[in-house]
């Protein structure tokens, strides 16, 4: 049986910043297809968000057996600066491995590797939907993987992404769902003039501060029983006026929502473009993702089962954190996030304990078994 941790290792070694192609979708190709995966690779995008590498792996059972899916990323973020060492040549050190992707989420993708070959062909149908594109736009990603696998009629029953839930050790949280995400940016248009001669000129400034004002105050809800309250925030703020003795012809701000299940995105855009039309100016609105809860059921009571059996820990079920590739999963089948501790991702030095890969790759193990037995 392949070992999580050499696995990782190869993973690490082969620098993936997003979006990724080539040599990192080489080793994931080469742990695969021994063990039976039938390998499909496509590049999607071109520049400036591409291009991307995407793999969707699929080792088929018994006709009519039930179709369990690992999903997740291969390309990192950037690795930055002042690491110990260097952040793409995986080692070992006080039982921590260290480099970029060893927690988000190469080390997971490893345990998945592992964890598939200790479950029979004949257990039932399973494959592996992986993407370049989490980290950055997430455009040519695993929504072009769901087109493909709708084209191959590979729908999995079940999926799991393997992104870092764990807070504070190793299976306590698993995520059920998670909040959409809305951007918008926001345009005031004036007209440009001597300050000494306002009159002869049209301020967009005091305009978008009273749009501004108005969207702040808003309160988007409560909360729901799985989810925490909306919340807006105002996160840029443009003027980009150098002299001191000009009105500007123009202002501009952006706006992030992360929103619950009592809202859509585009109802959300639509609220906020008619604040933006009363103040005379115009909203361009984004939608990264929708909310979505996969409900307290057999499918978390599996996970939560297979993280007890090997813990002795039961994981909380919860919907906090930021989006995932999950909000695109989503539309093809039940979906559920769990992996290693997140205390280290997007860090300097990121590392995961040598120990939690391979209690990861046994509880994956455990999960698949029981997804595919039904």
């Known amino acids: 049986m392949p070992h999580p941790l050499d696995l990782a290792k190869r993973l690490i070694a082969a620098p993936s910043v997003t979006p990724a192609t080539g040599v990192v979708f080489d080793e994931l190709d080469a742990m695969l ?47 930055g600066l002042g690491w110990t060492g260097d952040a793409f040549t995986p080692e070992v050190r006080g039982g ?22 200790e479950v029979p062909a004949e257990a039932g149908t399973m494959s592996f939907i992986i993407t370049g594109d989490e980290e950055g736009p997430a455009v040519h990603g695993t929504r072009a993987l769901i087109d493909l696998m709708r084209e191959l009629g590979e729908l999995p029953n079940l999926c799991l992404v393997g992104e870092p839930t764990s807070v504070h050790r190793l299976g306590d ?108 100016g115009e909203a361009l609105p984004i939608i990264s993702g929708e909310p979505f809860l996969t409900a307290p059921g057999a499918f978390s009571a599996l996970v939560q089962e297979a993280v007890r059996a090997e813990t002795g820990l039961t994981p909380e079920l919860s919907t906090s954190g930021g989006t995932s590739d999950a909000r695109f999963l989503r539309s093809v089948c039940p979906v559920i996030e769990f992996g290693l501790t997140n205390a280290t991702m997007h860090k300097r030095d990121e590392a995961v304990a040598v120990a939690d890969l391979d209690a990861l790759t046994r509880i994956y193990a455990r999960i698949a078994r029981a997804a595919l037995a039904g």
């Open 33 to 79: 297809r021994p063990m039976g995966f039938a390998i499909h690779r496509f590049i999607a995008g071109s520049a400036p968000d591409g291009p991307v590498e995407n793999l969707f792996a699929i080792r088929r059972g018994p006709a009519g057996s039930r179709h369990f899916a690992f999903a997740g990323h291969v390309d990192v973020v950037p690795p």
């Open 173 to 280: 949280m698993v995520k059920i769902g998670r909040r959409g995400s809305l951007n918008i940016w926001l345009t005031v248009e004036g007209r440009e003039g001597h300050v000494a001669y306002p009159h002869l000129a049209d301020n967009p400034v005091p305009r978008l501060v009273r749009m501004l004002a108005e969207i702040d105050a808003l309160v988007l809800d409560q909360g729901t029983d799985w989810f925490q309250p909306s919340n807006l925030e105002i996160t840029d703020l443009k003027v980009g006026n150098p002299a001191t003795n000009v009105i500007p012809a123009r202002a501009k701000a952006r706006l992030s929502i992360r929103f619950n299940d009592r809202h859509t995105g585009a109802a959300l855009a639509e609220r906020i473009g008619a604040i933006a039309l009363a103040h005379g």
């Open 96 to 117: 921590l491995l260290y480099g970029r992707g060893a927690v988000d989420m190469k080390g997971a993708i490893a345990a998945m590797v592992a964890a598939a070959a």
